[in-house]
């Protein structure tokens, strides 16, 4: 069992940056692939970026050049560096982990970025 807890959402404005953290209760050396999702009202949930246990990147098209995934196994933890901020980025940020097949998520953190 993989517990993950986001922290660092909140408040932003447009064109500043938030860092996003996601710890895991587990070694996540041993977690295949973390990502990032995030979902607004009416709206389904989106991939924003994810990396694997090689260290591979693949972001959504609309954050490339934007926000940087990242992941510090010695800490258990996955970062979200997020830039140049948007309102259009405003949704809950949620943390997700495959682990030999297993998934599990995060409960999210909210990010709302003012104009």
């Known amino acids: 069992q993989v517990q993950l807890v986001e922290s660092g959402g909140g408040l932003g404005q447009t064109g500043g940056s938030l860092r996003l953290s996601c710890a895991a209760s587990v070694s996540i050396f041993s977690i295949n692939l973390m990502a990032w999702y995030r979902q607004t009202p009416g709206k389904q949930r989106e991939l924003v970026a994810s990396i694997n246990s090689g260290g591979s990147t693949n972001y959504a098209d609309s954050v490339k050049g934007r926000f940087t995934i990242s992941r510090d196994n010695a800490k258990n933890t996955m970062y979200l560096r997020m830039n140049s901020l948007e309102p259009a980025d405003s949704a809950v940020y949620s943390c997700?982990?495959?682990?030999?097949?297993?998934?599990?998520w995060g409960r999210g953190t909210q990010v709302t970025v003012s104009s």
């Open positions: 997700y982990a495959n682990q030999h097949g297993f998934t599990y």
